[in-house]
């Protein structure tokens, strides 16, 4: 007897459907962009009925905050895991801008959908706390650049602002393609992939640093 190759909703239960309702929503995201993420597409994809992901996510923007929220968690790992074991501040800025870069160059869709804020409950206690690791991260990133600077605490703040808007407007240029072709990973950031090196730009008048 032919079959429709889609799993039977009997397979799910508990947390099983949930789980497989967000995978599923973060690769309805990469093919497809945020408009073609619903509720309805998402029950098409996991096969269950249109109901069922209501009994999880009652509105589309608790889907989104929820997949937002994974999204935020792997950044934060992102950022950390490139960035740990640097042997000094320039080095970690630059692992760590690149860290930015290739996840915003990964996983455009769903990078898209974390920094766009009204399409998210920012109530959410589980949003809220993984966005606050991630940028978390990029401030002790900023943090050792700042203390090798010798940056007074206003000045720490300002770099870390001048920081993130310049690695995420990069990240929003190159998923964007208003760089040119989508680089490679290798070429982030450096010239082949129209990326300033904010390492390099931060440093070349940090004390010492010979002209």
């Given at each position: 007897m032919a079959t429709s190759g889609?799993?039977p909703?009997?397979?799910?239960?508990?947390?099983?459907?949930?789980q497989?309702?967000?995978?599923?929503?973060?690769?309805?995201?990469?093919?497809?962009?945020?408009?073609?993420?619903?509720?309805?597409s998402?029950?098409a994809?996991?096969?269950?009925?249109h109901a069922?992901?209501?009994h999880?996510?009652?509105?589309?923007?608790?889907?989104r905050?929820?997949?937002?929220?994974?999204?935020f968690?792997?950044?934060?790992n992102?950022?950390?895991?490139e960035?740990?074991?640097?042997?000094?501040?320039?080095?970690?800025?630059?692992?760590?801008?690149?860290?930015?870069?290739?996840?915003?160059?990964?996983?455009?869709?769903l990078?898209?959908?974390?920094?766009?804020?009204?399409?998210?409950d920012?109530?959410?206690?589980e949003?809220?706390?993984?966005?606050?690791?991630?940028?978390?991260?990029?401030?002790?990133?900023?943090?050792?650049?700042?203390?090798?600077?010798?940056?007074?605490?206003?000045?720490?703040?300002?770099l870390e602002?001048?920081?993130?808007?310049?690695?995420?407007?990069?990240?929003?240029?190159?998923?964007?393609?208003?760089l040119g072709?989508?680089?490679?990973?290798?070429?982030?950031?450096?010239?082949?992939?129209?990326?300033?090196?904010?390492?390099?730009?931060?440093?070349?008048?940090?004390?010492?640093?010979n002209?």
């Open positions: 889609k799993p909703a009997s397979r799910y239960h508990h947390g099983a459907l949930r497989a309702l967000l995978e599923a929503g973060l690769a309805l995201l990469e093919r497809g962009g945020r408009e073609r993420l619903t509720l309805r998402l029950a994809a996991v096969g269950v009925s069922a992901p209501a999880h996510f009652a509105t589309l923007t608790g889907l905050t929820a997949l937002a929220a994974i999204g968690h792997r950044f934060g992102a950022i950390a895991d960035s740990a074991g640097a042997p000094d501040p320039e080095t970690r800025m630059r692992r760590a801008s690149r860290a930015y870069l290739a996840y915003a160059l990964r996983q455009p869709g990078f898209r959908l974390m920094f766009t804020q009204e399409l998210l920012w109530t959410d206690p949003l809220s706390a993984q966005a606050a690791k991630a940028k978390a991260q990029l401030s002790i990133v900023c943090g050792s650049v700042a203390e090798r600077l010798g940056l007074e605490p206003a000045a720490k703040r300002a602002h001048f920081v993130w808007a310049t690695v995420h407007g990069q990240a929003m240029l190159v998923i964007d393609g208003q072709p989508s680089p490679t990973l290798a070429d982030l950031p450096g010239p082949e992939s129209g990326c300033p090196d904010i390492a390099a730009l931060l440093f070349s008048q940090a004390p010492g640093r002209p």
